[in-house]
């Protein structure tokens, strides 16, 4: 049963903007870190058409909100609405969290590639990115997120592989402007790979399975997969059942939220196993 909680007057709001956003995790989550340190605070599910979401994001700060996330289909309408962008939103070219300032200045974030890390370097706490190269699978803007990240923290090669080549060849070149070692293949290079990531929507409930051939993959790899719903895909039984690390898209959505609910809530959370209990209680397992 869920603790109970009492508003006040004194409340402080947060909420997460998209549409629809009746799937969203993020009111569960953050609901569990306010009753656990007790804080005086609400977060929301705010669903709002794209026509309307510019004018309901100004709205926010007036009507008391200290910040928000982003989900589709706004991640990339917001950045042209924040008055300043961290450096991972701009790199990455959408924002997931926004901050709202005294000086009542809207400041855009994008924690997916942190959270990333940081889910990655919890559950595979052997894994180093300078180590040996990663392969990515798919282009979007999780792949985006992804490399970025990967390539911040020293990654020495990244080979991207996506079904639709040009979209992969474009991120290269992007990513390559950093001096970063980035290469497309159509096939992932998986002999010498320290991690594999999937970004892509194959293995999700309702997709098709990722099939994939892990055998040539070192003993020591790492394979990650982004997807979440189910909490083991067909790719991370088929890492587990080759002895591999395999790492779950559930952590990073969990790690994700944590610096968004310090910068309204005013308490850096932590991620342990009864958080991830809690907001997996209704996530089917396979």
């Known amino acids: 049963m869920e603790p109970l909680r009492t508003l006040t007057g004194k409340t402080r709001l947060a909420g997460i903007l998209g549409h629809p956003v009746s799937h969203s995790r993020s009111p569960r989550l953050h ?15 705010l669903p709002v058409e794209p026509a309307r979401f510019e004018a309901a994001l100004r709205a926010l700060p007036a009507l008391g909100f200290a910040g928000a996330n982003v989900t589709l289909p ?13 450096e991972d939103a701009r790199r990455i070219g959408a924002v997931n969290t926004l901050v709202f300032r005294e000086d009542g200045r809207i400041e855009g974030w994008n924690t ?26 798919g282009a979007g803007g999780g792949a985006r997120a992804v490399a970025h990240t990967l390539l911040s923290a020293s990654c020495p090669r990244l080979t991207l592989v996506n079904r639709g ?31 594999l990531v999937n970004t892509t929507s194959q293995g999700m409930q309702g997709q098709p399975p990722l099939v994939l051939d892990l055998s040539p993959l070192p003993a020591g790899a790492v394979v990650a997969d982004l997807v979440y719903v189910p909490l083991e895909t067909p790719l991370l039984a088929a890492a587990r059942a080759r002895g591999l690390v395999a790492v779950d898209g559930l952590g990073m959505l969990l790690h994700q939220g944590r610096r968004g609910f310090e910068a309204w809530f005013g308490t850096m959370p932590s991620v342990d196993a009864e958080l991830r209990d809690f907001v997996a209680s209704d996530i089917p397992r396979t």
């Not at 706004?74 to 961290?86: F, R």
């Open 112 to 137: 997916d590639g942190w959270g990333f890390l940081q889910n990655l370097r919890e559950a595979a706490p052997g894994w180093r990115a300078e180590a040996g190269p990663a392969v990515i699978l």
């Open 74 to 86: 706004h991640k990339g309408t917001a950045m042209a609405v924040c008055d300043v962008l961290e």
């Open 165 to 195: 080549r040009a979209r992969a060849e474009a991120l290269a070149r992007e990513l390559s402007e950093h001096g970063a070692v980035v290469e497309v293949a159509d096939q992932p290079p998986l002999e010498d790979a320290a991690l």
């Open 31 to 45: 609901g569990f870190w306010l009753a656990r340190h007790g804080i005086d605070g609400a977060y929301v599910p």
